[in-house]
């Protein structure tokens, strides 16, 4: 099973190029899952692969953002849901 994560970023992350940042990221690093915007205003995603690195640098990536971006808070936990093929951007 491959590690995978949850996570739910917070702070001006719509509308600044997050997930598609985010995604560049997640397919660079060689990871799998999916990202969309929530209602609230936040970001919610699921990210999936198995070198450690490669998700760390991916949880890094998330607690800074894309260049204009100000990230307030990161929710990040494991999930035995697994992340299927590909990185998405989801609607």
Same mark, same amino acid.
Do not use: C
């Given at each position: 099973?491959? /590690? *995978?994560?949850?996570?739910? &970023? *917070?702070? !001006?992350?719509?509308?600044?190029?997050?997930? +598609?940042?985010?995604?560049?990221?997640? &397919?660079?690093?060689? @990871? !799998?899952?999916?990202? !969309?915007?929530?209602?609230?205003?936040? &970001?919610? =995603?699921?990210?999936? =692969?198995?070198? +450690? +690195?490669?998700?760390?640098?991916? !949880?890094?990536? @998330?607690?800074? =953002? *894309? /260049? +204009?971006?100000?990230?307030?808070?990161?929710?990040? *936990?494991?999930?035995?849901?697994? /992340?299927?093929? =590909?990185?998405?951007?989801?609607?």
């Amino acid at each position: 099973m491959t /590690p *995978s994560y949850r996570f739910v &970023v *917070s702070g !001006r992350v719509q509308g600044v190029g997050f997930r +598609a940042t985010a995604q560049g990221k997640a &397919v660079f690093l060689g @990871l !799998r899952g999916w990202i !969309r915007n929530r209602d609230d205003g936040a &970001v919610e =995603g699921l990210v999936g =692969g198995d070198g +450690a +690195a490669e998700l760390e640098m991916f !949880r890094q990536f @998330l607690l800074k =953002g *894309s /260049p +204009a971006a100000q990230i307030e808070h990161l929710e990040w *936990s494991a999930t035995s849901e697994q /992340p299927g093929d =590909g990185f998405l951007v989801r609607r």
